[in-house]
């Protein structure tokens, strides 16, 4: 069964640098997301990615925060200048289709900052 | 706007015994629902879905869920738990169709299964 893959599987780093999160999404799908759990929270929704451009975002999703599709395989969320609430785990997903639809997600990236 | 409210976030039950995982909605239109799980280190797996076909829904692992419009309740249910369903359970709502792309989860119920 196609699967989402991301890495690495855990991440720490230290306050005030740059982190990329990588995501290969299932090959024919189409949409691209980002969502976060910080430790004893609710899953957020980041960010939605279709046709080369972000089609939503959320309000957690601020000038620290980039995505990209840099070769047509891969999916990255950026974060620059880290602090210590970014700690989570980051979930990439794709989907063929709108509305929640077919929906995978892969197995996280547990961000740490220290 | 669109909410999900887990009514329980703990739920401990025997193998063997019934599983009720509660889930109350909120939108201004009529949802897709969804409830996936999570088990430890694992992605989030999708367990079944309503997307305004049956009110009763099956999904994976002999999980079922109904969709009652009236309650705005969306409770997932399983006739005899086994250890193997230990986990996280997240309810999901997301907009009908192409009205958007964007999950909203609640806040995860823990079951646990006592041998």
């Known amino acids: 069964e196609p699967e989402v893959t991301q890495t690495p599987s855990h991440q720490v780093t230290q306050m005030g640098q740059e982190v990329i999160l990588r995501c290969v999404p299932i090959s024919n799908h189409l949409y691209f997301y980002w969502y976060r759990q910080i430790l004893g929270q609710k899953v957020e929704f980041l960010v939605s990615f279709y046709n080369n451009e972000i089609s939503e975002k959320s309000e957690i999703f601020d000038d620290q925060f980039s995505v990209e599709r840099p070769d047509g395989s891969n999916f990255t969320l950026k974060i620059r200048s880290t602090k210590l609430e970014d700690s989570a785990m980051y979930f990439c997903?794709?989907?063929?289709?709108?509305?929640?639809?077919?929906?995978?997600f892969g197995s996280g990236t547990r961000l740490t900052v220290v | 706007a669109q909410s999900v409210t887990q009514l329980d976030s703990h739920v401990s039950v025997s193998e063997g015994t019934p599983v009720l995982l509660r889930c109350n909605y909120s939108?201004?239109?009529?949802?897709?629902l969804f409830w996936y799980v999570q088990h430890p280190n694992k992605g989030l797996q999708l367990l079944l879905k309503?997307?305004?076909?049956?009110?009763l829904v099956k999904g994976i692992n002999g999980f079922e869920a109904e969709f009652k419009k009236s309650e705005t309740s969306f409770h997932l249910t399983k006739p005899s738990a086994h250890m193997s369903d230990a986990a996280e359970y997240f309810c999901v709502v997301s907009p009908p169709g192409n009205a958007g792309n964007m999950l909203t989860f609640g806040g995860g119920t823990r079951l646990m299964v006592k041998p």
């Open positions: 309503y997307t305004s076909a049956a009110t």
């Open positions: 939108s201004s239109y009529s949802p897709s």
């Open positions: 997903a794709s989907s063929v289709g709108q509305g929640g639809y077919g929906y995978t």
